[in-house]
């Protein structure tokens, strides 16, 4: 089995959690959103990470400790586009959230799946109605921005930027928004992205690498400004005004544009909160209205 971008990264929903009556509510304001859980009766503490969708990623000695039993004959490959892959293997623990049980596929990588955890859970594996992450104080003056979900339990959505549709995600740990490759030749082209630095390799997940460019934009989703931002590219981005460029277009089935919008742009809209409501498929961010 392989997986595109961060495979795991919204393209495939694997096992969808036993529906549920209540709501959980977790804590991002000082780092990190992380859970407590127990599998094959051992404690465990995740990182939630809400660019996954319903699933684990644990690291080999981690799925050790807690005695997770591999399926015989599956394996996973997580690859980036355009980047590095690992491969791993898979499990299918019971996951207790204290009355509430879950079941949800999980990856075991030889590499570190958390730095403050003993592994990354999607929030589609965990079996609540509605999930919502605390980011900061509510504003004075609140607004609610509501998006549809194709998928409740995969946080993304589709929206416009610059006059073009991206599927877009959101990132509630690492400050920096990403445009993916097709998105950064798409805005490239459009002098939307003009470069900010140079090109280089860039860490992504379970020790994935991919090449990025710093750039600078006006682009907003939905009032929330992307600064900084990075766009993944093996090449030198050439903008819309490079005289003499060659434009070549390829990859007829690559991804659709996409973006994830960091940390920093949610706290500089001054978001209090991200929610998901499983029921009505909305995802719900609360921020200060735009001046």
Known sequence: MRLGLLGFVAA???????????????DARHGPPVVEARINDRDVRLEVDTRMPDMLAVSTPGAERIGLRRLPFAAVAVGIEGGSTIRGRIARPRISFGARVSRAFAGI???PASHVAEGLIGPGAMPYD???????????????????????????????AGGETLLVMFDVTNPASVFNRPAARLFDRAGAIPAAGELARMPMALGLTTMMQPVTTELAIEGLT??????????????????????????TDAPPPSLVVGRAALERAGCASISVNRRTRQLTLRCAVVQ
């Open 12 to 26: 495939l929903s694997f096992a969808a959690p036993a529906m549920a009556q209540t709501a959980f509510t977790l």
């Open 109 to 111: 990588f030889p590499a």
């Open 130 to 160: 509605v999930i919502t992450i605390t980011l900061g104080a509510e504003p004075a003056r609140m607004r609610e921005i509501r998006f549809a979900l194709e998928d409740a339990d995969v946080w993304r959505v589709s929206t416009q």
């Open 226 to 251: 992307l600064a900084p931002a990075f766009a993944r590219t093996n090449a030198p981005l050439l903008g819309a005004l490079e005289e003499d460029a060659i434009i070549a277009a390829g990859e």
